[in-house]
T-cell receptor, first 113, second 114 residues
């Protein structure tokens, strides 16, 4: 599984757009990029997944450059409730069979009023 | 999406006792479930892979005799922490994989060993 590198922490004010970048230099051809969100004392929650270019859903956008060696999770107009740890994972999309999801250190986002 | 539950959500026990944590897939069958452990301010660490009807596969450094995993049905996996000690206090999270190989996480169980 490709190793990922993210900033340890980020701070943002309410209403701002937050961009969290993840480096994955050793990403394989079949790998997808997936982001999870985790609130304190809760299990991780799937946010978004992509392979290349841009993916957008009701929660976030994911930008992936052509070389796919990095990706950026974009959270529009964050609120206090977006304070959480965000994990970037790289691996086969379906993680089929017995392959588990492997978490890196994640980015702790703190949203300030 | 699919729902995974855990019970109990938190438990406090005395040192030396055993604690059982249940992980259930509520609306799908899960051939494979995973158990993770998370210490404060740290990431999730995979403990073991649980397959229905067979023995669990443990990660290096995880004692299989201390962390007993049973996956007797397609909707239930249990983790039993035997002879718990204060250093076993942690947040235990399970996940389950559905028929489309999507993985869903439970809400976690906070274990405190006194």
């Amino acid at each position: 599984l490709a190793k990922t590198t993210q900033p340890i922490s980020m701070d943002s004010y309410e209403g701002q757009e937050v961009n969290i970048t993840c480096s994955h230099n050793n990403i394989a051809t079949n790998d997808y990029i997936t982001w999870y969100q985790q609130f304190p004392s809760q299990g991780p929650r799937f946010i978004i997944q992509g392979y290349k270019t841009k993916v957008t859903n009701e929660v976030a956008s994911l930008f992936i450059p052509a070389d796919r060696k990095s990706s950026t999770l974009s959270l529009p107009r964050v609120s206090l409730s977006d304070t959480a740890v965000y994990y970037c994972l790289v691996g086969d999309r379906r993680n089929s069979g017995n392959t588990p999801l492997v978490f890196g250190k994640g980015t702790r986002l703190s949203v300030i009023a | 999406g699919a729902v995974v539950s855990q019970h109990p959500s938190w438990v406090i026990c005395k040192s030396g006792t055993s604690v059982k944590i249940e992980c259930r897939s509520l609306d799908f069958q899960a051939t494979t479930m995973f158990w993770y452990r998370q210490f404060p301010k740290q990431s999730l660490m995979l403990m073991a892979t649980s397959n229905e009807g067979s023995k669990a596969t443990y990660e290096q450094g995880v004692e299989k005799d201390k962390f007993l995993i049973n996956h007797a049905s397609l909707t239930l996996s249990t983790l039993t922490v035997t002879s718990a000690h204060p250093e076993d206090s942690s947040f235990y999270i399970c996940s389950a994989r559905d028929g489309l190989d999507e993985q869903f996480f439970g809400p976690g169980t906070r274990l405190t060993v006194l």
